[in-house]
């Protein structure tokens, strides 16, 4: 199906591993973003990318690395997990020039315990 | 740093009601959005508002940009238990025209 996928939609950790995130669009979207929504913060912004092999960092980057070597996959990796990224992380990709439009996967839930 | 703080925090109204939920900043905001997110999904956007004074009505639900394009409301007309959700507000800043957002409305709809 065409859109915005993101894998796996929950994972429990434990701390100190290393979690990958997927997110993959169907789109051709030139823009990427990843946000971790938290109680009482809202959505923050961890890294976005404007381009395959362009990344730049957001709001909340620390602890936090991207990689974008197709422009349709923008994976999110936690080198090292700790309690405090426990969250619901959303992938989102922006296409048009001109719009301000983000289109959002359906989140993953991320435990660490 | 440019904020928006969102108001209120959480509502609970009965159908049929109506009801204002108000996006806020003292920055200026070339734009703004409104998104609307159900419990286990990512947020979606219902509206963009660019013009200062803008109203867009999109079914029962009517959106204004305020005049100094500093502040935004969502009022809901006859809400329904559909209407149930987390509304967020958001709006570009920097350059690359990233979204900042509000920390969201969260409303339940009872039938």
């Known amino acids: 199906d065409a859109g915005i996928t993101q894998s796996p939609r929950y994972k429990i950790t434990e701390t100190g591993r290393q979690v990958t995130l997927m997110c993959h669009q169907t789109?051709?979207?030139?823009?990427m973003f990843w946000y971790r929504q938290d109680l009482g913060h809202g959505l923050r912004l961890i890294y976005y990318s404007a381009a395959a092999d362009i990344t730049d960092k957001g709001e909340v980057p620390d602890g936090y690395v991207v990689s974008r070597s197709k422009t349709e996959n923008f994976p999110l990796t936690l080198e090292s997990a700790t309690r405090s990224q426990t969250s619901v992380y959303f992938c989102a990709s922006r296409g048009l020039a001109g719009s301000n439009e983000q289109f959002f996967g359906p989140g993953t839930r991320l435990t660490v315990l | 740093t440019q904020l928006l703080e969102q108001s209120p925090q959480f509502l609970s109204i009965q159908e049929g009601e109506n009801l204002t939920v108000y996006c806020n900043s003292s920055s200026v905001f070339s734009s703004l959005q409104w998104y609307r997110q159900e419990p286990g999904e990512g947020p979606v956007l219902l509206v963009t508002?660019?013009?200062?004074?803008e109203v867009k009505k999109l079914k029962r639900l009517t959106f204004q940009f305020g005049d100094a394009r500093k502040d935004s409301s969502l009022h809901i007309t006859a809400a329904q238990p559909g209407d149930t959700g987390l509304y967020l507000c958001a709006g570009p800043r920097g350059s690359q025209g990233n979204l900042i957002f509000g920390k969201g409305t969260k409303l339940s709809v009872k039938p």
């Open positions: 789109w051709s979207h030139s823009y």
């Open positions: 508002v660019v013009t200062g004074g």
